[in-house]
């Protein structure tokens, strides 16, 4: 008798270099981290259209906690470039391996969805793609384009990789695709990068936010910190320090939840007392706009925010 095993219908690891860690315990998550449970008819249709689009968000492949509430409202963060990342950052969900080569039709694919979901104000990010010689920069300004053409009414925030070992070249293609925001998320602080993002360097992150501000000095720029990894109030402070003399308008502030097991383990969680706190902090510092919550995302109440973040600017501009 031979037995058959067939190796094609197993499902490959979604992190093949977090599984040989020691599981890490889980907190029980307070009660002001608890959210309803996606099912509702807005979220049904947003989710047809991404899936009709054959696309990727990172509402998805994140796990975000506000997915629900976004995708009822129509808002999706569309994620370009595969679903497969070549880093391993501790704290991110995303699959990580070897991705599959750029599919060219994609940035018209997203731009058809934008006009579809009648978004007027559209969240673009992408996994790191380190195996491309320009970081994917040529098809996150294709994107944009297409965006551009497709629904000239809406307003383009990008959430890029940092470009680390790229030309500067690759950087400058997609800040003169002229997004109306730049965000690229530091993440973290300085001390904890080597077990929280190791792939990456917090100086190459800072340097790529202020090259933005050299190259479109009216260009909104963003970037987001997760707390509750083990950072000090102090360290956190510095970070927005760092922000504000790179020129970051708009700093995003909310609490790192586990994804698995597997992931770095959660310190603590932030009350919502402190990040009240840490936003009156960088308010005082300068920033045009803060989100600060525990359940707050990059691409969480975007377009609102930046609403907001466009009347800030005229507000100082006429004091």
């Known amino acids: 008798m031979t037995l058959v095993i067939d190796n094609t219908r ?6 093949p270099e977090k599984q040989a860690r020691p599981d890490s315990p889980r907190l029980a998550k307070p009660p002001w981290l608890r959210v309803k449970a996606p099912g509702s008819a807005g979220y049904g249709e947003t989710r047809r259209i991404v899936k009709s689009h054959g696309l990727v968000t990172v509402c998805e492949e994140a796990a975000c906690p506000n997915i629900g509430e976004c995708w009822t409202k129509s808002h ?36 058809q969805a934008v006009a579809l979901m009648g978004l007027r104000h559209v969240v673009i990010t992408s996994v790191d793609r380190d195996d491309l010689a320009d970081g994917g920069a040529a098809h996150f300004a294709a994107t944009v384009a297409a965006i551009r053409a497709a629904a000239p009414g809406a307003t383009i925030e990008i959430l890029t990789p940092d470009f680390m070992r790229k030309p500067v070249a690759a950087a400058e293609l997609v800040i003169d695709s002229a997004p109306d925001v730049f965000n ?49 109030r102090e360290e956190v402070m510095q970070v927005m ?12 502030i909310g609490q790192y939840l586990q994804p698995t097991r597997k992931h770095a383990p ?3 969680f932030v009350p919502p007392e402190e990040f009240a706190g840490l936003e009156t902090v960088a308010r005082a510092k300068g920033f045009l706009m803060v989100s600060a919550s525990p359940l707050t995302r990059s691409s969480h109440h975007a377009g609102e925010d930046f609403a907001r973040l466009r009347e800030a600017r005229l507000a100082l501009q006429a004091a």
């Open 241 to 252: 320090d760092d922000m504000r003399c790179a020129g970051v308008d708009f700093i995003t």
């Open 76 to 111: 999706a963060t569309m994620m370009i470039m595969g679903g497969v990342c070549t880093r391993a950052c501790a704290f991110c969900n995303v699959a990580t391996g070897r991705p599959d080569p750029l599919d060219p039709t994609e940035p018209e694919r997203v731009a």
């Open 184 to 232: 690229h998320n530091l993440e973290t602080v300085p001390r904890l990068y080597p077990s929280i993002r190791p792939g990456a360097r917090y100086y190459q992150s800072l340097r790529l936010l202020e090259r933005v501000k050299e190259r479109s000095p009216s260009m909104f720029t963003k970037s987001g910190l997760m707390v509750g990894l083990g950072e000090s």
């Open 10 to 15: 197993l499902r490959a690891a979604r992190h």
């Open 266 to 268: 959660i310190d603590r």
